[in-house]
C-alpha cells in the first residue's frame, strides 16, 4: 500500500519532520509505503483561515502529482484540513486530513470529548469546523494551551502544558477524551500520556497524525474512499 503525507507549511522545523518517519512507522502495516512531500510555497504555519486557504492550493498541487505518481490514499498533515475538500474533488482515492478521523476516534473512546488548540483565536475555528462537519453539540470543550503552532514545533515544555490543560478539562468539564488539535503536538503525546497517568488523571489522549494516518491506511485496505471526484482537471498545477 502506498499513501502520500502532505506536509501542508513551508519549513517544517527538521527535528518534527524527522520524528515523523519512525512515528509512523511504528504505526502502520510493514507493507504500507509512506512518501512524505511538502508544498513549495506558503505560510510556516496555518493560523487563520487566509493561511489555510493559500497552503491549501498548493495541497491540492502536491495531492495531484502525487496521485499521479500512484498513491492510493493521501493525508493532509494539519488538522485544519487545508485542501481536503478541493482535493477530494479532484482525485478519486481517499483523502483525510487530521480533523474527521481524531474527532471520530475520540466519539468511540469517550462521553465527552474536548480539544486543546493552540491559542485563544482557534476557539471560533473548532467551532467552526464542528458545526461545518456535523460534530456541533458532541464537542464539550475547546481549551487553548496559549501558544502558537511555532512555539509547538519548538517541543520544549510542551507536553507538562498540554498535561495541565487535559488535568483541568478533566475537573473543569468532566472530559475523558481530549483530541490534540495541532499535529505537531505528535512529538509531545508520549511524554503527555505518562504525565497523565503518572497524576492518575482518566483522560484518553488522541493524536492527530497518528488518527489520521491509520484511519486513511484503513480506508485504503477496505477498498473504500471518501472522493467527491467531478471530473475536474488542474493540469496547470501538476506540470
Known amino acids: 500500500m502506498k499513501l502520500t503525507v502532505i506536509n501542508s507549511v513551508v519549513n517544517l522545523p527538521s527535528n518534527v519532520f524527522d520524528a515523523m518517519r519512525p512515528y509512523l ?16 510555497s506558503g505560510f510556516p504555519s496555518i ?8 497552503n491549501g492550493t498548493e495541497v491540492v498541487r502536491e495531492g495531484l502529482r502525487a496521485a499521479e505518481r500512484g498513491a492510493e490514499g493521501i493525508f493532509v498533515n494539519c488538522f485544519d484540513d487545508p485542501g481536503v475538500q478541493a482535493l477530494r474533488e479532484m482525485v478519486d482515492i481517499p483523502v483525510y486530513g487530521g480533523y474527521v478521523p481524531s474527532i471520530l476516534t475520540a466519539l468511540s473512546l469517550g462521553g465527552r470529548v474536548g480539544i486543546i488548540t493552540t491559542d485563544h483565536d482557534g476557539i471560533a475555528n473548532e467551532e467552526r469546523k464542528a458545526r461545518t462537519e456535523g460534530f456541533d453539540g458532541k464537542i464539550f470543550s475547546v481549551v487553548p494551551a496559549d501558544m502558537m503552532v511555532g512555539e509547538v514545533f519548538e517541543g520544549d515544555g510542551v507536553d507538562e502544558r498540554l498535561a495541565d490543560v487535559c488535568m483541568r478539562m478533566n475537573d473543569e468539564d468532566r472530559i475523558d477524551c481530549v483530541v490534540l488539535g495541532c499535529t505537531g503536538m505528535q512529538q509531545a503525546v508520549a511524554r503527555l500520556r505518562e504525565r497523565l497517568s503518572s497524576a492518575l488523571c482518566p483522560v484518553a489522549v488522541v493524536e492527530p497524525l497518528a488518527a489520521g494516518v491509520t484511519h486513511l491506511e484503513r480506508s485504503v485496505a477496505l477498498g473504500l474512499t471518501n472522493s467527491l471526484h467531478i471530473g475536474l482537471t488542474l493540469e496547470s498545477l501538476v506540470k
Open 25 to 40: 512507522a511504528s504505526l502502520v502495516r510493514p507493507d504500507t509505503e509512506i512518501e512524505y512531500v511538502g508544498i513549495q
Open 47 to 54: 493560523e487563520s483561515d487566509m493561511h489555510g486557504m493559500f
